[in-house]
């Protein structure tokens, strides 16, 4: 087996990208092709660990699922996760390969795109299609030397490639057209269509841009896709993406509350909970106070740990957090969440910054010492009420402490993992993906006053996924699509 490829890329980001190659991989894997997802080279602190032990962003997971396959490191040869004061965490076929301002990554790309190829090459060789996916805006002409994301691979890989631009934001016909006239036209050879997305009213409407687009690029109009309005039920890749997904009911029984602090990551975490239709969910902003009528506080992963603890203080949410305590609420910290919980978190080697040690809020009797080795792997055990649970980890830093000696979790294999206070109100674990289980975000819950979950959150995921896939079977031409790979 030797697929076909097609690309594509956007005239900026978030103009659906992600959202198209999921629906058009659930399309093809319906009608019975094997499908692979491919990103180049991403940038987002949402990421999963994959099936072959390494890590990929979280946009390509959710495809490989809209396609039925394993996720694989090879999805995402390229990814880089932002930190701070270092730039960005550099991740090349699911492992770190060190830390890197963009001045320095600009000089190390024109070495990664054998590996790049390389992945790709193994997907093809596994696949009846596969859709590869840009990043950013293609017209980013002042990145195209040593570009991986876009036509640098495109061109590098012979992929024909299909321009998305966003109608919602306005401009679109600029945007498409301003894309065919800025770039080379060497670049410009590699499109072989474009898709005006997120419509919204009639579409008749639009039917003179549409032809005034194809006209001035020469480009073959693909579809008009109309909004869809179930994306914010998957999961979202982007930071800013959390205010989309703020949910607050008056009538809920359970009152969650989410500090963002400047470098979350793996916010994902806490989708499943925000559909539940007994859980008000708020996103606690700088400059905003945590509520007391909260039952649980959730401190999220985190790319730059001991940064957002001092933004943590900062935002006096320690003091809030300490008073919550108090009134007899939860705290549950994941990944960097749970290492800020401990007494002190100690980077003798820099990983984050400088060498320091910082004080944490001494709510659980750990301590975690910052390494540069990380931790990926898929775990499955019970926590501490014998509820079971699937999930992973993804962190770095060794954890100590006589907290230890009461585990949140035990995983299958017997270890203990977590913390938990000895009044069971405060829990602190490395395991990503808790609340997806249906039988634990369904345990939580009742622990904290609320209804039993009757949401199967996995069921809710494939469902949307195969209503996007039929949404862009009917508004795009994925029969001209399949027909302009190779």
Not at 206 to 230: C, E, R, S, V, Y
Not at 315 to 342: F, N, P, T
Not at 399 to 405: D, E, P, R
Request: proline letters at 5%; glycine letters at 10%; hydrophobic letters at 40%.
């Amino acid at each position: 087996m030797n697929g076909k490829a097609i690309m594509f890329q956007g005239t900026g980001s978030d103009v659906g990208k992600s959202l198209i190659v999921a629906g058009l991989a659930r399309a093809l894997a319906n009608r019975g092709y094997a499908v692979r997802p491919f990103k180049p080279q991403n940038m987002s602190n949402n990421a999963a660990v994959t099936y072959d032990g390494g890590e990929i962003g979280r946009a390509q997971a959710l495809q490989a699922k809209a396609a039925r396959t394993p996720p694989l490191t090879d999805m995402n040869p390229v990814l880089l996760k932002p930190q701070s004061e270092l730039g960005a965490q550099v991740i090349v076929q699911g492992k770190v390969i060190g830390n890197q301002k963009a001045r320095e990554f600009q000089r190390t790309k024109p070495k990664l795109m054998n590996a790049v190829l390389e992945s790709f090459e193994r997907l093809k060789a596994h696949a009846d299609f596969v859709l590869v996916e840009g990043a950013g805006s293609a017209s980013e002409i002042n990145l195209r030397l040593h570009d991986l994301a876009n036509m640098g691979f495109a061109r590098a890989a012979n992929v024909p490639v299909v321009v998305i631009g966003d109608i919602d934001r306005g401009g679109v016909i600029a945007a498409l057209v301003g894309t065919k006239t800025v770039i080379a036209p060497e670049d410009a050879s590699m499109v072989c269509g474009f898709i005006v997305n997120r419509f919204r009213g009639d579409p008749a409407l639009f039917d003179k841009g549409m032809k005034l687009i194809a006209q001035k690029t020469g480009w073959q109009d693909f579809g008009l896709i109309p909004h869809f309005k179930n994306a914010f039920k998957l999961p979202a890749e982007d930071g800013f993406k959390l205010e989309e997904k703020q949910q607050q009911n008056g009538t809920a029984n359970v009152k969650i509350a989410v500090p963002i602090l400047p470098h979350i990551a793996n916010f994902d975490d806490l989708d499943p909970l925000i559909a539940e239709p007994d859980v008000s969910a708020q996103k606690i902003w700088p400059g905003e106070v945590i509520q007391s009528d909260t039952d649980l506080i959730i401190l999220c992963g985190s790319k730059s740990t001991i940064a957002d603890l001092a933004t943590l203080h900062a935002e006096g949410w320690d003091v809030d957090i300490k008073a919550h305590m108090r009134r007899g609420g939860s705290v549950l910290g994941i990944c960097g969440g749970y290492q800020m919980l401990g007494n002190y978190i100690a980077d003798p080697e820099g990983v984050e910054g400088s060498a320091q040690t910082v004080k944490g809020l001494s709510l659980l009797d750990v301590q975690t010492v910052l390494g540069p080795q990380k931790h990926l792997e898929q775990i499955s055990g019970h926590s501490f009420d014998g509820t079971p649970f699937e999930g992973y980890e993804m962190h770095m830093g060794e954890m100590s402490g006589t907290g230890l000696q009461t585990p949140f979790a035990t995983l299958q294999n017997g270890q203990a993992e977590g913390a938990l206070s000895p009044n069971g109100r405060i829990c602190g674990t490395y395991i990503h993906g808790l609340f997806a289980n249906d039988k634990q975000r369904s345990s939580w819950l009742k622990r904290l006053g609320g209804k039993p979950s009757n949401l199967d959150h996995e069921r809710q995921i494939n469902e949307v996924l195969d209503a996007l896939a039929n949404h862009l079977e009917t508004h795009m031409d994925i029969e001209a699509i399949i027909k302009m790979a190779r």
